[in-house]
């Protein structure tokens, strides 16, 4: 557990859910797979969950670190309202402790060590609204972690039809994912690897609770989700093993899940990697497309492994460059050459949302944030 070097006042804290005490009086935290018991004054594994006089505490709450509006197919979502923005927001910590992670300077933080902004769940769904965003990511850092402020934010979003999605590698509980993911619209989880030598040696956490959470979200909920795997020269590169991550996708969550293979480069704690060819990600999705998959990307690199085909004719649908959409197809989430139903969400599921909510919603963001022309 990590001592706390600052600890504020409890008034000014939100008290966490997922959280029992446990026989030695220490806080157990059951919200990720890997159950801290927390002493007073510590911290989780992940920084932001604090026992404080033998109650857990959430720093993340109302405090992100990162506030950002993307594209929607940099979270990675190619099938989930392409071409659209998407208001980014991330906290401090994490429950992974990936030697890659490329947003290393707020996950492996403090909440004390980052500048964080004041933001009620109210004011994060008025800030994307007021910013013309029909979405809301929760990315960055790990979003399982401030898994009670994600909730109420989806709360609210629902109100004004705002859709809510989690960039996320899939280390949640069982106890905890249905109260979370009920209340999401799309998610993309960070398959990192498909072995447990991976996992265990490189990301200090294990392979088969990501893979369980998968399993949840396909045969136990309505998101939409797809999956990114990162390549890695020398640790998670091989042939072999795309080929056995590309057939457990196929086996167990049918051939529709769109797959993304994207390139590393050197960053945190595996500077001494060189970056991924590009080959290397082509034969990756080769071999996934080989084994029956009909989604495959490509990404970090410019290349046509960007861009949506039709599994039917295999005629281009959604054309990309990078995270920009060039070109859009789809004849009503159809192939318009050979009627081929496409998978994907590809119109706002809020979007029958009464107009006077809207007025309301974009009433309010403009008289708490000022006007914004697009």
Known sequence: MEDLKVLQKTEHLHEARWW????????HCYLCPRHCHIGDGQAGFCFIRVNQGGRLYSLGYGAPAALQIDPIEKKPLNHFLPGTRIFSMGTAGCNMGCFFCQNWDISKSRSDQVNSTPLSPEDVVLLAIHYGCPSIAFTYNEPTIWGEYVIDICKVAKQYGVNTVMVTNGYITREAFHDIYDHVDAANVDLKAFTEEFYGRVTLTHLQPVLDTLLWLKNETNVW?????????????GVAESRSLAEWILKNLGPDVPLHFTAFHPDFKLRDKPRTPPETLHAARAVAREVGLHY????NIFSDGASTLCPGCEGMLIRRSWHSVEENLLDDGKCPRCGCAIAGRWSNPHSAMPVSALARARSLAERRFGAVNF
């Open 296 to 299: 495959v990307y490509e990404g």
């Open 225 to 237: 989700f797809e999956i990114t795997n990162l390549v890695i020269p020398t640790l998670n590169d």
């Open 20 to 27: 029992d005490t446990a026989p030695d009086g220490r806080a």
